[in-house]
Structure formats: structure tokens, C-alpha cells
């Protein structure tokens, strides 16, 4: 990957309705780093927007998986509360009547969340990755040490 240009989705200067316009327009390629879920009330909607984008734009928008992006954890009501991945997809059903749908679409999100790569290199100089790999994904393999 050549001319990465990483923006920080919290800018105030970043709308998502601009988002399209702005990704489409620019020779930059946006590299998001996991962590979509659990971290407010609106992490459906931004994983939402965020699979939009990499449909949209499949060559300049990359997204990574974070530990979050790990059915144990983003499932886990009991930790994360109404800020759980669960529970906000869960709500999101009850409040279009779809009360039995909320578990489908949580299911369906993990679902794409397996196929989102862990790591990338830029230029082969630069490592990235997000801070916490899932615990499930890291077991050795037979006799090497690390990541199998």
C-alpha cells in the first residue's frame, strides 16, 4: 500500500456524511485499526457506516480487527452493559419492532468481523496492528513460538 493517510474518526473535522465524498476525492487510503464495538451508544451505526465504505471503496478504505471484534467479548452483556455490542444490536431490533432479529444481526456483524485481516504493512516498512489481539487467535503452533 503507497500514500496511506490515517484521520482520526473523532476529528471534529470528520463528518460521516462528508465521508464518501471525502474518501472518493482523495488519492489517501483509510486504515482503520479495530475496535468498532463497545466503545458508545452508536457502534452499529458506525460499523455500519464503516462496511458501507469498504463496499464503496474496496481499495482505499481497510479495516482491521481489534480484540472487540471477537464474539466473546463484544457479546458479553454482563461486562460491557448497554454499551455492549449485544445489547445495543438487541435494542436496536426491539425499537423497529424486530425484538427476535437484534441476535441475528449481532451474529451476522461477527460474521464479517472473521474475515477482517489482524494486521497490514505499509510501504513493507510499517507494522500495524490494534493493541490488543484477541487472546483466542494467538495459540502457538506445534513447536514455534507466537502467532500460528
Same mark, same amino acid.
Given at each position: 500500500?503507497?500514500?496511506?493517510?490515517?484521520?482520526?474518526?473523532?476529528?471534529?473535522?470528520?463528518?460521516?456524511?462528508?465521508?464518501?465524498?471525502?474518501?472518493?476525492?482523495?488519492?489517501?487510503?483509510?486504515?482503520?485499526? *479495530? &475496535?468498532?464495538?463497545?466503545? +458508545?451508544?452508536? =457502534?452499529?451505526?458506525?460499523?455500519?457506516?464503516? $462496511? !458501507?465504505?469498504?463496499?464503496?471503496?474496496?481499495?482505499?478504505?481497510?479495516?482491521?480487527?481489534?480484540?472487540?471484534?471477537?464474539?466473546?467479548?463484544? *457479546? &458479553?452483556?454482563?461486562?460491557? +452493559?448497554?454499551? =455492549?455490542?449485544?445489547?445495543?444490536?438487541?435494542? $436496536? !431490533?426491539?425499537?423497529?419492532?424486530?425484538?427476535?432479529?437484534?441476535?441475528?444481526?449481532?451474529?451476522?456483524?461477527?460474521?464479517?468481523?472473521?474475515?477482517?485481516?489482524?494486521?497490514?504493512?505499509?510501504?513493507?516498512?510499517?507494522?500495524?496492528?490494534?493493541?490488543?489481539?484477541?487472546?483466542?487467535?494467538?495459540?502457538?503452533?506445534?513447536?514455534?513460538?507466537?502467532?500460528?
Amino acid at each position: 500500500m503507497r500514500a496511506f493517510c490515517v484521520k482520526k474518526i473523532a476529528q471534529p473535522s470528520f463528518r460521516w456524511s462528508d465521508a464518501p465524498a471525502q474518501i472518493d476525492v482523495t488519492p489517501s487510503r483509510l486504515l482503520c485499526l *479495530g &475496535d468498532y464495538v463497545d466503545r +458508545g451508544p452508536h =457502534s452499529v451505526e458506525l460499523t455500519a457506516r464503516l $462496511l !458501507a465504505l469498504k463496499v464503496l471503496f474496496p481499495h482505499r478504505v481497510y479495516l482491521m480487527r481489534g480484540n472487540h471484534e471477537l464474539r466473546t467479548i463484544n *457479546g &458479553d452483556e454482563d461486562l460491557y +452493559g448497554a454499551g =455492549s455490542f449485544m445489547t445495543q444490536c438487541k435494542a $436496536l !431490533a426491539e425499537m423497529a419492532d424486530m425484538d427476535e432479529e437484534g441476535t441475528i444481526v449481532w451474529e451476522r456483524f461477527n460474521r464479517s468481523f472473521e474475515f477482517m485481516p489482524l494486521a497490514a504493512t505499509l510501504d513493507n516498512e510499517v507494522f500495524c496492528c490494534h493493541g490488543g489481539i484477541p487472546r483466542a487467535l494467538c495459540k502457538p503452533a506445534k513447536g514455534k513460538r507466537g502467532v500460528s
